[in-house]
C-alpha cells in the first residue's frame, strides 16, 4: 500500500486583472507526516522560476471547504459553487488561487482512507524524529 497520495488539480491564479489564469498544481499527503498536507506549483508558475510547496494542516484544509478557516500564512475557505479559495501569505505578497472543491474533497477522502482523521498519532515515528533532531544538534 502506497504511503503518498499525490492529486493534480487545476488552479486558477486570482489577480487583478479580469481573467484567471489556469496554474497546474499538485495536492500531496504522505502518511509519514499524518497532520499536514502540501500544495506544490511548478516553476512556470511561481513568481521566482522555482518549484514552491506549501505545507499546512490538513485539517485546516478540510475546514476551509465548508467555511473559512486559518488566521496564518495559509487561509482556506468556499468560494461560489464548487470552488475553494485558497490564500497563501508570504513577505512578497498574497496569492489566492481557486481549486474545484470537489477536487479537493476527493483528495481529502483518499487521505482519509490513507490515515483516518484521529488516528494520525499512530502513523508518527517519534523515535526517529528525535534522533534526527539529536543528530542535526551535534
Same mark, same amino acid.
Given at each position: 500500500?502506497? #504511503?503518498?497520495?499525490?492529486?493534480?488539480?487545476?488552479?486558477?491564479?486570482?489577480?487583478?486583472? =479580469?481573467?484567471?489564469? #489556469?496554474?497546474?498544481? +499538485?495536492?500531496?499527503?504522505?502518511?509519514?507526516?499524518?497532520?499536514? /498536507?502540501?500544495?506544490?506549483? =511548478?516553476?512556470?508558475? #511561481?513568481?521566482?522560476?522555482?518549484?514552491?510547496?506549501?505545507?499546512?494542516?490538513?485539517?485546516?484544509?478540510?475546514?476551509? /471547504?465548508?467555511?473559512?478557516?486559518?488566521?496564518?500564512?495559509?487561509?482556506?475557505?468556499?468560494?461560489?459553487?464548487?470552488? +475553494?479559495?485558497?490564500?497563501?501569505?508570504?513577505?512578497?505578497? /498574497?496569492?489566492?488561487?481557486?481549486?474545484?472543491?470537489?477536487?479537493?474533497?476527493?483528495?481529502?477522502?483518499?487521505?482519509?482512507?490513507?490515515?483516518? +482523521?484521529?488516528?494520525?498519532?499512530?502513523?508518527?515515528?517519534?523515535?526517529?524524529?528525535?534522533?534526527?533532531?539529536?543528530?542535526?544538534?551535534?
Amino acid at each position: 500500500m502506497s #504511503t503518498v497520495i499525490e492529486q493534480a488539480v487545476q488552479a486558477r491564479l486570482v489577480a487583478s486583472a =479580469p481573467c484567471m489564469e #489556469t496554474v497546474p498544481a +499538485t495536492l500531496r499527503y504522505d502518511r509519514k507526516d499524518p497532520f499536514a /498536507v502540501q500544495m506544490a506549483f =511548478p516553476a512556470p508558475a #511561481t513568481l521566482e522560476g522555482t518549484e514552491v510547496a506549501w505545507a499546512f494542516s490538513r485539517e485546516l484544509l478540510a475546514t476551509g /471547504v465548508d467555511r473559512p478557516a486559518g488566521v496564518g500564512d495559509v487561509r482556506v475557505r468556499p468560494y461560489g459553487y464548487d470552488r +475553494t479559495v485558497v490564500e497563501f501569505h508570504a513577505p512578497e505578497g /498574497v496569492a489566492m488561487v481557486h481549486v474545484r472543491t470537489s477536487e479537493v474533497r476527493r483528495f481529502l477522502e483518499r487521505a482519509q482512507h490513507l490515515v483516518p +482523521t484521529g488516528c494520525e498519532h499512530h502513523f508518527l515515528d517519534l523515535d526517529e524524529d528525535l534522533n534526527a533532531l539529536l543528530r542535526d544538534a551535534r
